[in-house]
């Protein structure tokens, strides 16, 4: 089983839809979770950290599930602008300091 | 302004060749990064250093090198040994105080062989 999964999409929604990612991770002592966004050829940006059972930012809604060892990221009302790929991003160990990265999921909003 | 610089953006090498690449952060963070994305697959470590004068090798090292003389400065350098060195070069910082958890990354750098 690979360390992070995500479903590379693309997923397409139209403006103003409501999309979630899932993303599942192998290591069960993870600690740490991050969803990232990468604009195309650019680097990737923190989007969100999610430390406990879930956070929310704004239209972004981060949320872990330990038992089933996945995290989610919902967006609401989609702008163009939240085209993106968005990486899943693990700490596969507490207190180490590297980073396993998802290969990410592919969001195209289309007018 | 703070933040994290890589130079060149683009950059061009004949086979055979070794290339170095710069990255440079004013976030005074203690761990840098170097990473490497190929089209469709995610970032992969190449090297990490977490004080000056020290640095550990990540899952794909081979092939490259590094040094960390100062805090603020993590070059990388693309010897000949690599034997697909075309890709996207991603340097990244983190704060101990945040448990090198969150990292912040540069803008990249390009690297094609010819």
């Known amino acids: 089983r690979k360390e992070v999964e995500q479903d590379p999409g693309p997923f397409n929604v139209p403006e103003g839809a409501t999309v979630a990612f899932n993303c599942t991770y192998s290591n069960s002592a993870s600690q740490s979770f991050f969803w990232y966004r990468q604009d195309c050829r650019k680097e990737p940006k923190l989007l969100m950290s999610v430390y406990s059972s879930g956070n929310e930012d704004g239209r972004f809604t981060a949320q872990l599930n330990r038992a089933s060892q996945y995290i989610s990221l919902l967006i609401r009302d989609s702008k163009l602008s939240d085209s993106a790929t968005y990486l899943c991003?693990?700490?596969?160990?507490?207190?180490?300091?590297?980073?396993?990265f998802g290969k990410g999921t592919m969001l195209l909003v289309s007018p | 302004d703070g933040g994290i610089t890589q130079s060149p953006k683009y950059l061009f090498r004949k086979e055979g060749q070794n290339v170095t690449l710069s990255c440079e952060q004013n976030l005074n963070h203690d761990a840098m990064y170097w990473y490497r994305q190929d089209p469709g697959q995610g970032l992969r470590l190449i090297y990490y250093?977490?004080?000056?004068?020290?640095?550990q090798k990540g899952d794909i090292a081979e092939g490259y090198s590094v040094s960390r003389e100062k805090k603020e400065s993590f070059p990388l350098t693309v010897t000949s040994a690599q034997k697909n060195p075309t890709a996207f070069y991603l340097c990244?910082?983190?704060?101990?105080?945040?448990?090198?958890?969150?990292?912040?990354f540069g803008p990249g750098t390009r690297l094609t062989v010819l």
């Open positions: 991003v693990v700490n596969p160990n507490s207190g180490y300091s590297t980073l396993t």
């Open positions: 990244a910082s983190a704060t101990k105080a945040g448990g090198y958890n969150e990292q912040f």
């Open positions: 250093s977490q004080i000056v004068n020290d640095f």
